[in-house]
């Protein structure tokens, strides 16, 4: 990620950053902007980290690389690496004497003042930063640095390193196009699982702790070739079992839909970790059950209970076409029980756009309501669905959302209250009275089915 940036409009929204943190007091200041030649520097413990890495490189300006994904995005990152209860500082930089190349160097304070101990490298010489982790990989004493380094053609090398008596040393590398961190095995150490799209399929490599050191121990190849990778979430099954839940976009007969492949670790006879594809072997195959259309949903705890679900579509009663654009579904959250079976928990109408669910009760299942959704005004309708979709005689409940800033017909409000409010969005809803046995009620509404995404 690189930014053009006026320096003179830059120093001053610096300065101004200044004030204001000064205001709040802020202790720290963070290095978030690539281009910046030199950091903020608000306290003492700025300048010192500053004037060592200016000893170190022989420089005064340096340019700072950051991180662009991960849960750290900043130039500097303060952590206790040795576990000596002080924390450490990482920066990444580059210096016009040593080229192109990014380096990592770690300073630790001795005696109350900042000093640079060590630095390495990137693995190649226009190499930026994808992320930055801190691990427990050889064992859950040490703490371990896993860098995710990108070269100009995008390719990354994942290198996990080890700090050490003012040391880094680097303990694995290899390649990947993305990559989950988790305890996959349960042995109180992380593992990391790398993933490589292929033509025809996909290759996840399992790393982690053996008696040899941190290296490849098993590899699986999913099925089928993967687009793109769209969420990667490690979390647990039905029976506690850790898992990576990777949900994915796949190109079929020229259109895209995402699915859903689990992967998790197990124990061979020897001890060793081996993975394991928990939803497709050669007895069954139920990640064909998650094919869906583009909707960016994702597995997910939908009900907070530890447990990730997994999701579903299918087309709402009077919608046959999943490839209709027009099309709207049934999205079933559903968990993987320790048999190996998708067990529906949950199921409902979701609109991505505005991020809301509307779960079904369990008497509007089985084929009995549909929606239609007004184009003028994007009214969701849900009606007692009788075999044809342009007949929505029997209207259950009429769903809006309004921008604050929209005009709201003093009609509606006779009849639409107002039962969310996210952002500049409020959410009306009109309960139709009716005598079906499909009908619901406000408090029904407002308590069990409605509900906002994230």
Not at 28 to 49: F, G, H, K, N
Not at 251 to 267: E, G, K, N, P
Request: charged share 20%; glycine share 4%; net charge negative.
């Amino acid at each position: 990620m690189s930014f053009l940036i006026d320096r003179t409009r830059l120093l001053t929204a610096a300065v101004l950053l200044l004030l204001s943190l000064s205001l709040t007091g802020c202790t720290r200041i963070q290095t978030s902007i690539e281009d910046l030649m030199s950091p903020p520097v608000l306290t003492e413990e700025q300048a010192q980290i500053r004037d060592a890495l200016a000893r170190v490189s022989g420089e005064t300006e340096l340019k700072y690389k950051y991180p662009q994904n991960g849960e750290y995005r900043s130039s500097f990152i303060f952590y206790d690496i040795d576990g000596d209860g002080i924390e450490e500082a990482a920066v990444f930089y580059q210096s016009a004497s040593k080229g192109d190349a990014t380096w990592i160097n770690i300073l630790d304070q001795v005696e109350g003042e900042w000093i640079s101990v060590c630095e390495a490298p990137a693995p190649d010489s226009t190499a930026n930063i994808d992320f930055v982790s801190f691990e427990h990989l050889t064992d859950p004493q040490t703490i371990n640095i896993v860098i995710g380094w990108e070269d100009t053609r995008s390719s990354k090398t994942a290198i996990a390193y080890r700090y050490q008596n003012g040391r880094l040393t680097s303990i694995f590398e290899r390649d990947y196009t993305e990559i989950a961190i988790a305890d996959l095995d349960s042995n109180g150490t992380t593992d990391l699982c790398l993933l490589t799209p292929q033509a025809q399929s996909t290759l996840l490599f399992l790393a982690c702790s053996t008696d040899s050191g941190f290296e490849t121990v098993d590899s699986l190849t999913l099925p089928h070739g993967i687009v793109s990778f769209d969420s990667i979430l490690a979390g647990r099954t039905a029976n506690g079992q850790t898992a990576l839940f990777l949900d994915s976009t796949v190109d079929l007969y020229d259109t895209s839909f995402q699915i859903t492949d689990v992967v998790s670790a197990r124990q061979r006879e020897d001890g060793s970790p081996a993975l394991v594809n928990l939803l497709d072997n050669e007895n069954l195959s139920l990640s064909k059950l998650t094919l869906r259309p583009m909707q960016n949903l994702f597995c997910r705890d939908i009900d907070n209970d530890s447990i990730i679900e997994i999701p579903t579509a299918s087309t709402l009663p009077g919608y046959e076409d999943m490839l209709d654009e027009d099309a709207l579904y049934l999205t079933t959250y559903n968990i993987l029980t320790p048999n190996v079976q998708l067990i529906p928990e949950h199921s409902g109408v979701i609109n991505t756009q505005h991020r809301y669910m509307l779960a079904f009760p369990q008497n509007w299942l089985s084929g009995k309501v549909s929606a239609v959704i007004q184009p003028e005004n994007g009214e969701l309708t849900f009606f007692a669905y009788n075999g044809d979709i342009m007949d929505t005689s029997t209207p259950l409940l009429k769903l809006r959302v309004y921008s604050v800033k929209d005009y709201h017909d003093k009609f509606d409000n006779d009849y639409f209250q107002l039962i969310g409010q996210k952002g500049l969005f409020e959410y009306y809803a009109y309960v139709v009275p009716s005598q079906s046995e499909l009908a619901i009620t406000q408090q029904q509404l407002r308590e069990e089915m409605f509900s906002f995404l994230d």
